[in-house]
């Protein structure tokens, strides 16, 4: 019963005060000329969204940080310290990606242009945040270098390229995610329904699991209070600064219940965004000019086969949560 309430409590409190930070949010980034540039490689009809208020993940990393940190600590009087601390470290690995978001976001600023840092600094940044995050993991609370292989039920020791292997997935899932926020309510969109995912998961598997329950409820009040400022027509974008954060945090939840590969099922469509860039990149190299997709990522693809916006998160977001429901059934 109480983590049914934690979940609630934490769901609602995030949810209002991330809907009430972005009010009072856009118009101090909109003073403060923190617009979004738009690059002119992207889709001509984008342009029009040039001068939107960026690095407005600020308004739902504030009450995530808080909230999930109040939880912790309830969580720690109720179940002890090993029931709470890898909920705060998960929470320090998004608070690692805003931070490293946010420096993207303000080097684009001061630099008045879509590229911030480069790919090679970026890259330093996220595997020193994911090498602290998993030093963590391993020597407070004890995380095995055992991967539990979904679907098999059978679990296969990597002694240390566990770590090598984590390093890579923690990454890879942060750029995924920061790739999938190209367009209003994407990134948004399918992170609450991999928040539902979570939260699904910490009530039905193995028990009651606290922290995921909690992850969860913060997701989905994150995230839903985030959309509505940024669904389409948005009027306020998260960033590097939000899709760095949401994406330590939902490959954290990931380790934190003890299934990091899950998140591969879970947030396929984020590394599908990833893959498609990547594919795109390979063939225009290798035909000398020929393009595989109309534009990449691939939700570019659809906007340039006639998609909306709005149509692309709705079945962005179907897929997702259909990919959790299968999910499920690899807990």
């Known amino acids: 019963m109480e983590y049914k309430i934690l979940f609630v409590v934490s769901l609602i409190l995030t949810f ?103 790919a090679p600094q970026k890259f330093l940044l996220q595997v020193i945040a994911a090498a602290l995050y998993l030093l963590g993991m391993r020597f407070i609370c004890n995380m095995s270098t055992e991967l539990y292989i979904p679907y098999f039920n059978v679990t296969w020791d990597m002694g240390i390229f566990f770590y090598l292997f984590a390093l890579i997935l923690i990454c890879g899932m942060m750029n995924s995610v920061n790739l999938t926020d190209g367009i209003d309510g994407l990134a948004s969109g399918i992170t609450l329904v991999v928040g539902i995912f979570f939260a699904v998961a910490g009530f039905t598997s193995f028990g009651t699991d606290g922290r995921a329950v909690t992850l969860g409820g913060l997701l989905i009040g994150g995230t839903a209070g985030f959309l509505i400022y940024n669904f389409y027509p948005a009027r306020v974008f998260m960033g590097d600064t939000g899709s760095l954060f ?60 006639g998609w909306s916006e709005i149509k692309i998160v709705a079945v962005f977001s179907s897929v997702t949560a259909l990919l959790c429901v299968a999910a499920f059934f690899g807990l």
């Open 16 to 118: 209002a005060a991330t809907a009430v930070i972005s009010r009072f949010l856009i118009p101090v980034l909109k003073s403060r000329k923190m617009g979004q540039k738009i690059l002119e490689i992207g889709p001509r009809w984008h342009k029009s969204k040039e001068g939107t208020p960026t690095m407005g993940g600020i308004a739902f990393i504030v009450p995530v940080i808080l909230i999930g940190v109040a939880a912790s600590v309830f969580l720690w009087i109720k179940d002890g310290a090993e029931a709470a601390t890898p909920l705060v470290l998960t929470l320090c690995l998004g608070l690692a990606g805003g931070f490293i978001g946010c420096i993207d976001d303000r080097a684009k600023l001061r630099n008045k242009r879509n590229e911030g840092l480069t």
């Open 246 to 305: 949401l994406g330590g945090l939902i490959v954290g939840g990931a380790f934190m219940i003890k299934n990091p590969l899950i998140i591969v099922v879970a947030g396929l469509v984020y590394i599908i965004e990833t893959l498609s860039v990547m594919l795109q990149v390979a063939y225009f190299k290798l035909t000398h000019g020929k393009r595989l997709f109309k534009m990449s990522p691939i939700h570019h693809h659809f906007e340039q086969c």
